[in-house]
Structures are given as C-alpha cells and as structure tokens.
C-alpha cells in the first residue's frame, strides 16, 4: 500500500494542473517559391507535406517585374488583370494548389518592376524610384485578380535594401540622408486604397523589412529597420518631426500590420543583435514601440489599436551546406522550436513564418549565394529540424513552463512524460490543447530530468532536459 500512494497523489495532480493552453493566435505559414512556383509533381508533393505538417498559410510573391511586359505597350491598361500582356500564369497556379491543400494564401505584392515603371527608365532598373501611381496600378490589377482567393497582402518585400528598393540614401560629403523610407511610403499610399477598393475585407500589411543594416555611407547601404521606420514616419532619431523635403507635405501611410524577418543569424533566437535600431526575434519588442509612437504620433494610420506583427520570414542556415553562415543542423532543430515559443509568447505577433522547406541550390561558381534555411537538403533528404516542425516543444526553466504545439492544430490529447536520470519514462501530466493545438503546462520542474510529449497520434517530440 506505501507504494500506491505516491502514485494515487501523482495523478491528482495531473488532473489538477494540467490545464489546457491560454487562446493561442499564432498563424504558422512558410515561404519556399522556388518550389512552389514552377508547380508540377515536385510542386503537388511539397503542398501536401505543407499541409500535413500543420501550416496555415503559404506567402507566394506577385512580382511586378515578372507579370508586367518589359516594355509598356500602346494602350496598357495596367490596372486591368485582364489585359493580355500581364502574365499571371505562375501565381494563378500557385495560389490555386494551395488553397486546394486547404491552406491559405499570403501575397506579397513587390518590386521591383520593370524598367519603365521608373522615374529614371533610362537606368534601366526597376528598383530605382518606382513610380507610386504605377505600382498602385499593378496592385489593383492583382486585387481584382485574386481579391476572392487572398485574404491578406504584403506590400513590397524588404524595401530597406537596395536591391528591392533604390536609392536607399542621398549622399554628399560623406553624409547620407535616408530616402528609401519616403519612396516606400508613397508606394504605400498608393497601393493601400486601390486594394481596399477592390478587395475591402482583405488585410493589408506594410513592411516586410529585413532584420538588420548598417552605418549609412553610401546609397545602397542596407538600412536598419528602425532608422527606417522613423523617417517612414518622419520623425528624427530624437522623435522631433522633420520638415525636410520629403517630409515638408507629410501624409501618413496605413497599415492593417507590420510584417518583419526577425532573422537571428548564427545566433539563439533569445539573443538581440548588437544595434538597437535592428531587430530579431529578442527585439520585438522594440519594433513595436517604435510602431506604437509612430500611431500616437499619427505618423501611421491603421485599422487596429496597435500593429499586430506578421513575421513572414524566419529560418537557420546550416552547416552543411553553408559552412559560412550555418550552423549545425541539430542547433536549427533546436533554435526553431524555442523560436516558435517566443512567437507565441508575443501578444503580438500573428504570424510565424518559416523560409526556406529546401535549401536552394548552389550558384553556378559553386558557392552558397542563396539560402539553406531549409527543413530538407537541396536533395531532399530531410534535417533534424523537419522531424519537429509538426511538434515543437520548449522548456522555460525560468517560468517552470513546458509549451508545445501539436500541427496540424485542433483539439488534441497530449500527454507529457519525465525521466529522472536512472529512471524512466513515465507520465508527468496530461494535457488538451486549444484549437490551434497549443498547449502550455506550468509546474515545477525537476532540474537534470528529461521532458517530451505523445500527441494522441502517437507522435513525439524532441527531447528537452531541465
């Protein structure tokens, strides 16, 4: 009988502190348009492992340079879908095969366009100085064309670098004065109202800046993000209004969110990178500060009290292959999951973005020039990291927390085990989680055991030590 009762008062206290998880909000979505886009069989086959893998929402670009003609013909109608010298057949397939596979769409409506869309065409570069009432054409033609099938759209894609958006300075004299944020800001402008027109219940988000910058010195340095976003609201690094020129005749830009790529680098997910006007994932907190007094500020306009975060890229390059900005694929498997918690920890952030699923492949002279971040090789033979995509699972010592999410999300069953260090496996409580199959259990941990979890399924997580 002295043996039971330890294990009759274990499992009250399962019962009594294995509570569901608080209403959880965080979207999971992945980007990968080097598959996705040429569609076929590769296509349909990493669609399907998409959705079984518990993603809700697939970002696919509508790139103004590859669906506008090169050169503008006579009687363009730009903003007409239908014109026939538009070429959505990529996106119309993509958008198509994932919304059969019962996923979402996220279009990314970007730039650069092509030449003539310019203020400059002679330059022959689209990024430079787009024309705003141009683009805002291109993006009615895209809401008309898929305003029935999109609920959300991205405008532009990390306008804080050159290659996206151009000039991102003026320099004269070894001082350079920010010129990007006003170019995206009148893009903005433009773009916002013609969706809304078209497309009046569909969510428009802004941003999409990349994570990190540099000392401004010349006129294709990438800018941080949070310089960015104060002069996208023309405001000083002091928060006093300029009145420069570009500023002189100051009107807000609207968003319904803010979409960022907190990428973290070679580094955990928990750590900030050095500067502050940067942001990872440890820093989104300061991202929507400086959002948050650019709205009181009036500075920007939008539909919700604060800016809800859409992170619509984020990922670890490994080694192999990169052996310069990798790191091993075992710290991928692990960062990702933590990473995922901090998301869902965030009041703010609504949506989780992983990019790549496959690594991309090498350039021509044999280097790494694109990105593996991917849960697969360029081959396909999958990461650690893929094995617990569908189930990751994090221990907050600090907060005698252990958080999980089970994907494809829905009521589930999960029961979480312990092994002490000569013991093993037993159950230390079980769960259900909400909807979107999160779950969260909050109870002192025994430091040096072993945690993991079964879903109802029969899957398992990664194994996690206190």
């Known amino acids: 009988m002295r043996r039971l009762v330890p294990l009759i008062i274990a499992a009250a206290l399962v019962l009594v502190l294995a509570v569901p998880a608080q209403a959880a909000k965080t979207e999971i979505g992945v980007a990968d348009d080097r598959i996705l886009i040429p569609g076929g069989a590769a296509a349909d086959r990493v669609v399907a492992e998409w959705a079984a893998n518990g993603v809700d929402t697939v970002r696919i670009f509508a790139h103004w340079g590859r669906i506008a003609p090169p050169r503008k013909p006579a009687g363009f109608r730009a903003a007409d879908p239908n014109d026939p010298h538009y070429q959505w057949f990529y996106v119309d397939g993509a958008v198509?095969?994932?919304?059969?596979?019962?996923?979402?769409?996220?279009?990314?409506?970007?730039?650069?366009?092509?030449?003539?869309?310019?203020?400059?065409?002679?330059?022959?570069?689209?990024?430079?100085?787009?024309?705003?009432?141009?683009?805002?054409?291109?993006?009615?033609?895209?809401?008309?064309?898929?305003?029935?099938?999109?609920?959300?759209?991205?405008?532009?894609?990390?306008?804080?670098?050159?290659?996206?958006?151009?000039?991102?300075?003026r320099c004269s004299?070894?001082?350079?004065?920010?010129?990007?944020?006003?170019?995206?800001?009148?893009?903005?402008?433009?773009?916002?109202?013609?969706?809304?027109?078209?497309?009046?219940?569909?969510?428009?988000?802004?941003?999409?800046?990349?994570?990190?910058?540099?000392?401004?010195?010349?006129?294709?340095?990438v800018m941080r993000p949070l310089l960015f976003l104060r002069r996208f609201g023309c405001r000083s690094d002091a928060w006093t209004r300029l009145r420069t020129a570009e500023c002189r005749t100051f009107k807000p830009a609207t968003g319904d969110g803010f979409s960022i790529h907190p990428y973290s680098g070679r580094t955990a997910p928990e750590r900030p990178h050095p500067n502050a006007d940067d942001v990872g994932l440890a820093q989104i907190h300061n991202l929507t500060a400086t959002l948050d007094r650019l709205q009181r500020a009036k500075a920007v306009r939008s539909t919700t009290r604060r800016l809800g975060i859409y992170v619509d890229e984020y990922g670890y390059q490994t080694r192999p292959p990169d052996q310069i900005a990798g790191i091993k694929p075992s710290q991928q498997d692990a960062w990702l999951q933590r990473a995922a918690y901090m998301a869902w920890r965030s009041a703010r952030i609504k949506l989780f973005t992983q990019y790549l699923w496959r690594d991309e492949p090498r350039g021509r002279d044999g280097s790494f020039s694109g990105w593996q971040s991917g849960l697969r090789f360029n081959g396909g033979r999958a990461k650690p990291s893929l094995a617990h995509f569908d189930t990751p699972f994090a221990l907050d010592a600090a907060r005698?927390?252990?958080?999980?999410?089970?994907?494809?999300?829905?009521?589930?069953?999960?029961?979480?085990?312990?092994?002490?260090?000569?013991?093993?496996?037993?159950?230390?409580?079980v769960v259900g989680t909400d909807s979107r199959g999160y779950f969260t259990l909050t109870r002192p941990l025994t430091r040096g055991a072993s945690y993991r979890y079964r879903s109802d399924d029969g899957r398992v997580s990664a194994t996690l030590r206190r």
């Open 96 to 169: 198509e095969r994932v919304r059969a596979a019962g996923m979402a769409v996220t279009l990314t409506v970007t730039g650069p366009g092509p030449s003539w869309t310019s203020a400059d065409p002679d330059r022959r570069q689209g990024q430079f100085k787009p024309r705003a009432s141009a683009f805002g054409a291109f993006a009615a033609a895209v809401a008309k064309r898929y305003g029935s099938r999109v609920d959300r759209y991205i405008l532009w894609n990390e306008p804080n670098i050159s290659a996206w958006l151009s000039p991102q300075a």
């Open 173 to 221: 004299r070894g001082t350079c004065t920010p010129v990007s944020p006003h170019l995206y800001r009148s893009l903005v402008r433009a773009a916002y109202p013609r969706i809304e027109s078209v497309d009046p219940v569909a969510q428009i988000v802004i941003g999409a800046l990349s994570p990190r910058g540099q000392r401004l010195r010349a006129s294709n340095t």
């Open 400 to 429: 005698n927390r252990l958080w999980g999410q089970v994907r494809p999300g829905g009521a589930h069953t999960v029961t979480i085990e312990r092994k002490l260090k000569n013991g093993g496996w037993i159950t230390f409580a």
